[in-house]
């Protein structure tokens, strides 16, 4: 928690420093940006505040348990099914996922399952509200939609040339 | 209706129904999101800023001539390039991509970018690589970078 704090503010100071710095050499500059970013705070405050509780109640009902439930033993197609559409779902930043997987991978997920989950954790479904404001529908859907293929195919092309690479090896 | 407010009643609709199935698991969601909250809002307000610098100082221009549609394939590779190396938080991807769309970006370029800023990170290289391996985190990282590039130019066809 100290370190979170902490965090916050280095990076609220970085930010006031760059801006300060701009608004004494460009008052005028100083300004715009300073409309720029209340503009995008104002356009992002709401969904961003109900995209925040809809991952914390996603972390607690879809914890770290119910997942290896279903990926940790679930081999084959069906396994690589759920790992490519289940992840989009969930929340976190990479340092997050990385510990999970390595906890999957321990209980015996399979190269493709873990490659695929992490490819489709990238659809970043809990953001829709901010990627379609922002991006609009058309993006957001299209990339939604294309999710599932990539992580599909990123699960079997990687488990492919890992195990060639040793076989080689 | 503003859809900040249908988004939002969403959410607490969706928390009741959880306090209401369970009151102390409602509790930790709500902690869980105070820390989300608390390590993205700090990173958002920077973001923030620097799209204010890049609208302040970097022309439309520029931002269409690296990025925009004219680059053809070669922009979705300076997007990914970008994404690579970005340091942010996926919530803030979306905004910034808003900004670089306003500025004249194209959507392939703009699918590069932000799915190489949440799936490459060069910060998370090397907990990736103590995880999994070497082999596992090249293998991963280079056909992400593949495969996002082909997608590219889906959205940059359809889009």
Partial sequence: MKKLVRDALIYIAITLVIWGVIAIVSPAKGLLVGEVAYGAFMKAIEIIIAVFIIIGLIQVWVGPQTLSRLLGKEAGWKGLALASTIPLFIGGSLFTVFPLLKTLRDKGASIACIMAFITAWGGKAPLLPLEIEFLGWRFAVLRICLIIPFAIVMGLLSQFILDKLQRDA | ?159
């Avoid at chain 2, 999101?33 to 520029?62: C, D, N, Y």
């Avoid at chain 2, 970018?113 to 990170?121: D, R, S």
């Fill in chain 2, 1 to 159: 209706m503003d859809i900040g407010v249908i988004y939002l009643s969403i959410a607490f609709i969706l928390l009741i129904l959880s306090a209401m199935k369970d009151t102390k698991k409602t509790k930790q969601a709500l902690k869980a999101s105070g820390k989300i909250a608390l390590t993205v809002f700090p990173v958002l307000f920077l973001i923030f800023i620097l799209m204010g610098v890049v609208s302040a100082f970097v022309s439309k221009e520029t931002i269409a001539s690296w990025l925009g549609s004219g680059r053809g394939m070669l922009g979705i590779l300076i997007g990914e390039v970008v994404g690579s190396f970005a340091l942010i938080q996926p919530a803030a991807v979306f905004p910034f991509a808003g900004v670089l769309h306003d500025r004249g970006a194209d959507y392939g370029a703009l699918l590069g970018f932000v799915m190489t800023a949440i799936l490459i990170g060069i910060s998370t290289l090397p907990l990736e690589i103590q995880l999994f391996g070497k082999q596992f985190t090249l293998t991963r990282n280079i056909l992400t970078f593949v495969l996002v590039f082909l997608i590219g130019i889906v959205f940059m066809l359809i889009l």
